[in-house]
Each structure stands twice: as C-alpha cells, then as structure tokens.
C-alpha cells in the first residue's frame, strides 16, 4: 500500500471543496479505500472531516465478521502521537459515543444510530491506531501501555451500551507498511466479593469509598486472575520475601495456615489492610458486592507473600485444609469507584507513603556533597543535595544563605549532567546503579569537579530544560530523517553540552547565563542555533556512517545509547568544528 503524501494533497485538492477538513483527513480516506477497499462514496460517510475532539477519526462496520472498528489516524512514525487521540476518548469521547450521547457531535449522532441500527450483528469492538512508524514500539511504550489500561477499563461503556451482552474489545496498533501489534483482546474482569457490611463515603467530586471486611482468599483469587494487570496502578509490585516485613508476614500466615497455632481473626487486627480502585461497584442485594476492574492500590506485599507461600506448599499433604483456613482470614478493604485516574494516582500516592529511600539520598551528605553546595552558593543557588531541602528552608533562612535565586539545583540532575559532559550515555541510562557503584559515583562527583567554574556547570545543566523541545524542533525539521532522535535524547544532551562548552564565546556565556537558573530567552535562542547547526549534522553524519548502515536499516537505533556513538559523534564534530571534549573537571 502506498498512501503517498502526494497522493493526500491530490485528494485533499480534489475533494476539499465537497467534503471540507484537513489535509491530514484524506490519509484516512485513503486508508479505508485502498486498505479496507471501502467504495469512496461510503468511505467519506465513514471518516470524520475537519476539527473534532472525540478521538475517533474513522469507522468500518465489517458485518460478515462482526466486528466494528472504530479508528485514530496519525500520519506520523511517532508513536506518542496517539496520546492526544487516547486522552480524547478517555476525556469524553467514549461516553458520548456508548454512553447517553451528551455533547456528541453529528459525525458520533451518525454513528450512534448506526450502531443502534446493527447492535445485534456487532460482537467485537476494534480499536485500531494507524499510523506510519513501528508498531511494536507503540506496544512497547509505557505511556501508550497505561493508556491503552485505562481505555480497556471502560469496557463496561460498551457491554452496557449493548444491553449488558459481554462484547469483545480489541486494541491494535497499526503501520501503513502492513505491520501491526498482536491484536489483544480484553474481556471485563468481573469479581463478586463478600465485604460484610460497608460503610460508604464520598469524595469532593462524588469520588466513592467503600469500606469492609474482604477475605484475604478473594485477593488471592482476583491476583491469580489478573496477574500483574492487577498491580498496574501499585507503586510497588511486592517487596522480595527476604525484606523484615514479609518475614514477619511469613510467619504469620505459617501459624495461621499451617500449624494452626495462631486464630485467623488475629491478622484483621495486626494488617493495615489493602487499598484497590475498580470501574463500577455495586450491592448485590445479598451481603455480596460486585466490581469491575479492579487494580490494587495498596497491598501488593501482602498478595505476594501470600501467594508464594501457597505456591511454596501447594504439594502439602495438609493444602486443601490450609486453603479452607485462608478462607477465614479477613483484611481490612478499602474500594475506591467513581474516581477520575487522577485522583487515583493521588490515593496511591497516599496510600505507599513508606517511600523507600533512593540511592542518591544516601550520597546527600558526602563532603563532595557538600563541598558542591558551598560552591553553588556563592552564585547564589541552592544545591539540593537533600531531598526537598529546598522548600523546608523559609525566604528568611535561604536570605541568610545567600540564595537569591527561586529555583534549585538538584542532585539527581546534576549527576546527570556530569555523565553527559562526558558522553557516558551508557551510565545514564541508570541513574539507581550508576549511585550504587562507588566507581561510578566516583566517576560523577570526582574533586576535580569543584575546580571547574561553577558557571559552566550551570550552563550545561540547563540544556535539561529545554532538551525535549529541542528534540521536538529537530524532528519537526525532517518528520522521516530524524524519527530516531526521541532514541538519541542522552546522547544530545552530551553533544549540547559540548556544543556550549566548544562555543568561541564560552566565557562570555557564562558570564550572560551561568550565574542564575533562568532559562533567558537570548539562552534558549542560542541553545536551538547550536543544536540546529552544531548537533543536528553530526548526528545525520553519525547514523550514515558505514558500521552503523544494517542497524539503521532495519530501524534499530540501540547504538545511539553508547558511549561508543559519543566518541564517534566527536570525531565528526573535531573535523567539522575543531571540537575537544571538554569535561567539567
């Protein structure tokens, strides 16, 4: 299939005058023509034309197999160009298609009553995203994979829609060279759980609560079923059973399953209970409640430890007796329902406040540390070096300091920034191991740092500001020629840093821009000039060069992670620029 950009304009020309929208509409017209073989007169009736806020470009009703398809088009290689069509599904676009219709436009009006037409003959809804570029990396992409989450929990939208009939939902990323993801398909997950008598309380912007008694069996169960989908809005994942807490959890469940020396109604008063959102929540009418959906919150330790017990023993001669034992043991649940991601994300948050302490955090107050925050403070910056220091200080304490300046350096990012005046992409692609290797820490905050004007550190730690809209302006300058640079992100931000510190008026720029943390609109002018004429060539010059050819060819853009492509991308800059690494020591 070749949909060519030609071949939109020229559609786009011939038909703008009948059927109006946007250039880029015409790439899905074509779509549904030329892939599906959809006769254009019924394709124009089945493609959204001109501004819409719905997500939903397109549609394809397939009859013969049941199947409704309902399409977001980008004609882009970038996956992260499907965000915006996820958020306007998410954000109403699927309510007012399988909801009451409220703000639906006339294209979903259409498309609602035919739908209502053939409900009958549809059992399968398709959520196909079309785009240009690969579609295992949209399916490896953690955004787009919590996104498409939450889009699969609004499934219940759609079986209610069809009068409560179980509808199979499927979502599949797409390429126009004919490549697509595996097509996975998602069924509700429907539990019906005994909580005893709840009590029910309701959130600033009728958020629910709900709060009972559950059996630690029924968690078992919904984990067994779900898998790791039921720990997809958790903080933690369950800490290894080696850790004191599921030690002391060990032992418990050993006394109460096992040996039967301790009654199970003692872990309700020895457990802090668990926390889980679901989709839908609703009384049985016989002391049972049923939920859509569920995903843990809180309480992921306690499911682990339970379930690698079970496993542990399951060819115990006494397991059906420990099983019936594990019915009787009770948590304390809380439910949340009717709650935006949002507010979801808060009351994880909330509810995992045993943070554990970061790698870094435990550097804070090495005399490197602190020798550094003597030096930033003479510019009148402040150098967190302790995790949110920087706000615990009052205006009153930060004048006694010296600081003048509203906006801190932080300690993670100035590792970070070390790293990349030194091309270590490898070392920066783990920032946890990097500070739990004393060689490597060594290597970021060697003395040699604090003899180094603190100015051009300053300087080169504020690429990170604009390093994403850089990245974007490179892209948007060749959308096919530069589609890898989102993978070459590290490695740009050490060829910016080279490019400052290259620059023939170095000094100069330290005095106009090293000496605050403002990004100054004559900085950022000069950062996009350098990254335009300094970084861009060297990095088209990089991936054309001949021991990287098969892996640009086939899309595999791995070795622009290396430390290797940084001494490659400075030879390129040495002969075109005269540049030395200049390192900040």
Not at 124 to 136: C, E, K, T
Not at 454 to 480: D, F, N, S
Request: proline residues 3%; charged residues 30%; contains cysteine.
């Amino acid at each position: 299939m070749s949909i060519t950009p030609a071949k939109i304009a020229a559609t786009h020309k011939e038909l703008r005058s009948s059927l109006g929208g946007f250039q880029s509409d015409y790439f899905n017209l074509l779509y549904l023509e030329d892939v599906l073989h959809v006769p254009r007169d019924k394709a124009s009736q089945q493609v959204c034309f001109g501004p819409h806020d719905h997500g939903i470009d397109a549609y394809h009703l397939d009859t013969k197999k049941k199947s409704l398809m309902l399409f977001v088009f980008r004609h882009s290689r970038q996956h992260e160009t499907f965000r915006t069509g996820y958020d306007q599904l998410l954000g109403g676009g699927l309510e007012q298609l399988f909801g009451d219709g409220t703000g639906a436009d006339e294209f979903l009006r259409m498309l609602r009553r035919r739908i209502q037409a053939e409900r009958f003959g549809i059992d399968r809804v398709q959520f196909q995203f079309v785009f240009l570029g690969d579609p295992a990396e949209a399916e490896r992409s953690t955004v787009l994979d919590k996104l498409r989450e939450d889009l699969e929990n609004k499934q219940h939208l759609i079986n209610a829609y069809f009068g409560g009939r179980p509808v199979t939902m499927v979502v599949v990323y797409r390429s126009t060279s004919g490549r697509s993801s595996e097509a996975r398909e998602h069924r509700t997950r429907q539990f019906s759980l005994d909580l005893g008598t709840v009590l029910d309380a309701t959130g600033p912007e009728g958020e629910a609560m709900h709060v009972g008694f559950m059996r630690l069996w029924d968690l078992h169960q919904m984990h067994k079923a779900m898998g790791d989908r039921f720990f997809e809005r958790n903080i933690r994942y369950g800490m290894p059973d080696t850790s004191p807490a599921n030690r002391a959890m060990e032992k418990a469940f050993r006394q109460m399953l096992l040996d039967g020396t301790q009654d199970s109604s003692r872990f309700l008063f020895d457990h802090n209970g668990v926390t889980f959102s679901c989709e839908k929540f609703e009384g049985n009418g016989d002391g049972t409640v049923t939920i859509l959906e569920p995903r843990l919150l809180n309480g992921a330790q306690t499911i682990t430890t339970i379930g690698r017990f079970l496993e542990r023993h399951e060819d115990h001669a006494e397991i059906n007796r420990m099983k019936d034992r594990l019915k009787k043991v009770r948590v304390l649940a809380k439910v949340v329902s009717e709650a935006r991601d949002a507010f979801v994300v808060s009351v994880t948050i909330n509810n995992n406040r045993q943070t554990p302490i970061q790698p870094w955090n435990l550097r804070a107050n090495d005399l490197i540390q602190l020798q550094l925050q003597d030096q930033f403070r003479k510019l009148g910056i402040f150098y967190e070096r302790q995790e949110r220091s920087f706000e615990g200080h009052t205006p009153e304490e930060l004048e006694e300091l010296g600081i003048v300046e509203s906006k801190a350096i932080g300690l993670l990012k100035l590792a970070m920034t070390f790293l990349a005046s030194e091309g270590e992409i490898d070392k920066m692609r783990s920032m946890r191991t990097a500070f739990e290797d004393d060689k490597t820490y060594e290597l970021m905050f060697h003395p040699g740092r604090l003899n180094v004007d603190a100015r051009r550190i300053v300087l080169c730690y504020k690429v990170q500001e604009r390093l994403a809209r850089i990245t974007r302006e490179i892209v948007e300058k060749g959308q096919h020629k530069y589609a890898f640079l989102p993978k070459a992100r590290l490695l740009l931000f050490a060829l910016m840093a080279q490019a400052v510190l290259n620059d023939d008026h170095a000094e100069k720029l330290a005095d106009a821009h090293g000496h605050d943390m403002v990004m100054s609109a004559d900085y950022a002018k000069l950062l996009y000039e350098l990254a335009s004429t300094r970084c861009r060539p060297i990095l088209s010059e990089l991936i054309a060069l001949p021991q990287y050819a098969d892996k640009v060819a086939q899309e595999r853009f791995d070795f622009l992670r290396t430390a290797a492509a940084f001494k490659h991308a400075m030879k390129i800059g040495a002969d075109r620029y005269g540049w030395k690494v200049q390192k900040l020591r």
